[in-house]
């Protein structure tokens, strides 16, 4: 793999890893320092690996030279005297090397505890969303702003006044203990769900899927899973989410790299032991009476993950989406459910619910006006398309947007 492209893949990877260990290890009200060492380990990458070559072990490598980086940056803030020496007074005589834990189950526990460190009250919800997703996540502040519909100065300022919140808080990054699990625990799952998003659904770059971005997410809510406390009935569901969609990557793009509608997917490209182990913990997730957003939203997936276009599915699905506006409305959601609609009651009823949204600013509003309108007013169906082309952000967007109005000319 070409440097070029390996830095980025492992900036997306490790940067998170090596900033939860760091703050894990700082405290987080030294958060920015640890920010600050990830981010000139990877210039020190930069800086040498075009001239001595890319090492054997990429990330070994980096986790070496982060680890010099804190012990260095500990002797220079003097924070090992005011922060550690403290506490751990007693071992001062049998050593004065400070020993920063990269291990796999340390960097596992230390984001893990980071997560639910950062999603505290204190802060605004969005506020701890965003965080999450800058320190955990590696996202850039760019693709926080694209998440939250918002400028990247409102992004800086809410992250900014967030650490500083932290940091008058003295927040203890551990695992929350009883109630305060469940405080927390709808912040987290909500990062979560917007980091697969973002993978499944990518608008900050021009790529059909963001995988990495997609693994990361099952692997952090998977670890959920694994802890007794955090093993509940929505955090089973939401995995389930992402492995039913997880399921269909293969088929979502063809060999050229453009998106494949769903109706146009090969079904045999579906990976059907991932559509397996989340009916699992679909299953898993109806125990207790704990009954999310999440739970429906998986329910929805499954049914995607049958390949037929019987009215039984499409009846089933709709009754799904009408549950899950009546919990939660998301104009997404709605907009999603009017296809569905199409499918039951046909294109004319369809529309007729959809133009009530009025979602003016968003390009599949009119992509998904333009597919109804196709073939009942096909010169109401170009303009939509147009109107969407003009909205998308994405490469691969107008790439299909462009097939749908070249189709409608054909005819």
């Given at each position: 793999?070409?440097?070029?492209e390996?830095?980025?893949?492992?900036?997306?990877?490790?940067?998170?890893?090596i900033?939860?260990?760091?703050?894990?290890?700082?405290?987080?009200?030294?958060?920015?320092?640890?920010?600050?060492?990830?981010?000139?380990?990877?210039?020190?990458?930069?800086?040498?690996?075009?001239?001595k070559?890319?090492?054997?072990?990429?990330?070994?490598?980096?986790?070496?030279?982060?680890?010099?980086?804190?012990?260095?940056?500990?002797?220079?803030?003097d924070?090992?005297?005011?922060?550690?020496?403290?506490?751990?007074?007693?071992?001062?005589?049998?050593?004065?090397?400070v020993?920063?834990?990269?291990?796999?189950k340390?960097?596992?526990?230390?984001?893990?505890?980071?997560l639910?460190?950062?999603c505290?009250?204190?802060?605004?919800?969005?506020a701890?969303?965003?965080?999450?997703?800058?320190?955990?996540?590696?996202?850039?502040?760019?693709?926080?702003?694209?998440?939250?519909?918002?400028?990247?100065?409102t992004?800086?300022k809410?992250?900014?006044?967030?650490?500083e919140?932290?940091?008058?808080?003295?927040?203890?990054?551990?695992?929350?203990?009883?109630?305060?699990?469940?405080?927390?625990?709808?912040t987290?799952?909500?990062?979560?769900?917007l980091?697969?998003?973002?993978?499944?659904?990518?608008?900050?770059?021009?790529?059909?899927?963001?995988?990495?971005l997609?693994?990361?997410?099952?692997r952090?809510?998977?670890?959920?899973?694994?802890?007794?406390?955090?093993?509940?009935?929505?955090?089973?569901a939401?995995?389930?989410?992402?492995?039913?969609?997880?399921?269909?990557?293969?088929?979502?793009?063809?060999?050229?790299?453009?998106?494949?509608?769903?109706?146009?997917?090969?079904?045999?490209?579906?990976?059907?032991?991932?559509?397996?182990?989340?009916?699992?913990?679909?299953?898993?997730?109806?125990?207790?009476?704990?009954?999310?957003?999440?739970?429906?939203?998986?329910?929805?997936?499954?049914?995607?993950?049958?390949k037929?276009?019987?009215?039984?599915?499409?009846?089933?699905?709709?009754q799904?989406?009408?549950?899950?506006?009546?919990?939660?409305?998301?104009?997404?959601?709605a907009?999603?459910?009017?296809?569905?609609l199409?499918?039951?009651?046909?294109?004319?009823?369809?529309?007729?619910?959809?133009?009530?949204l009025?979602?003016?600013?968003n390009?599949?509003?009119?992509?998904?006006?333009?597919?109804?309108y196709?073939?009942?007013?096909n010169?109401?169906?170009?303009?939509?398309?147009?109107?969407?082309f003009?909205?998308?952000?994405?490469?691969?967007?107008?790439?299909?947007?462009?097939?749908?109005?070249?189709?409608?000319?054909?005819?």
């Open positions: 793999m070409q440097q070029q390996l830095i980025p893949r492992l900036f997306r990877t490790e940067f998170r890893k900033t939860a260990v760091l703050c894990r290890h700082f405290g987080i009200e030294h958060i920015e320092i640890a920010e600050d060492i990830a981010s000139e380990t990877f210039l020190s990458a930069l800086e040498t690996w075009p001239y070559g890319i090492p054997d072990n990429p990330a070994a490598w980096l986790y070496a030279v982060a680890k010099n980086k804190a012990k260095n940056s500990i002797k220079r803030h924070l090992f005297k005011q922060k550690i020496a403290s506490q751990v007074k007693s071992e001062l005589s049998k050593t004065e090397e020993e920063i834990d990269l291990s796999e340390n960097i596992q526990d230390s984001q893990l505890q980071m639910f460190a950062i505290n009250p204190a802060i605004p919800t969005e701890q969303i965003g965080l999450a997703l800058r320190i955990l996540c590696g996202f850039g502040i760019d693709e926080i702003a694209t998440a939250f519909l918002t400028s990247k100065e992004i800086n809410r992250l900014f006044r967030a650490r919140k932290l940091r008058d808080e003295k927040v203890l990054i551990e695992f929350p203990f009883g109630g305060e699990i469940n405080n927390r625990l709808e987290v799952l909500m990062t979560l769900y980091l697969f998003s973002e993978g499944y659904y990518s608008e900050s770059n021009d790529m059909v899927m963001r995988e990495d997609c693994m990361e997410a099952k952090l809510t998977y670890l959920l899973i694994e802890n007794e406390q955090t093993n509940l009935p929505q955090v089973n939401l995995f389930a989410l992402m492995c039913f969609h997880s399921s269909r990557f293969e088929a979502r793009k063809n060999k050229n790299g453009e998106l494949v509608l769903y109706e146009d997917q090969d079904e045999s490209l579906w990976d059907q032991d991932l559509i397996a182990k989340g009916s699992y913990h679909l299953h898993q997730s109806s125990q207790g009476n704990k009954f999310s957003k999440y739970h429906l939203e998986a329910s929805i997936a499954y049914w995607h993950t049958i037929n276009d019987t009215k039984e599915k499409w009846s089933s699905i709709l799904l989406y009408n549950h899950l506006l009546a919990k939660e409305y998301s104009p997404i959601a907009l999603n459910r009017t296809y569905v199409s499918k039951v009651y046909g294109k004319q009823k369809a529309i007729s619910e959809a133009e009530k009025c979602l003016e600013n390009q599949y509003y009119y992509s998904l006006l333009g597919e109804l196709t073939d009942i007013d010169v109401k169906a170009i303009q939509n398309f147009q109107k969407a003009l909205l998308a952000k994405t490469s691969p967007d107008r790439k299909i947007i462009e097939k749908k109005i070249h189709s409608i000319f054909q005819k």
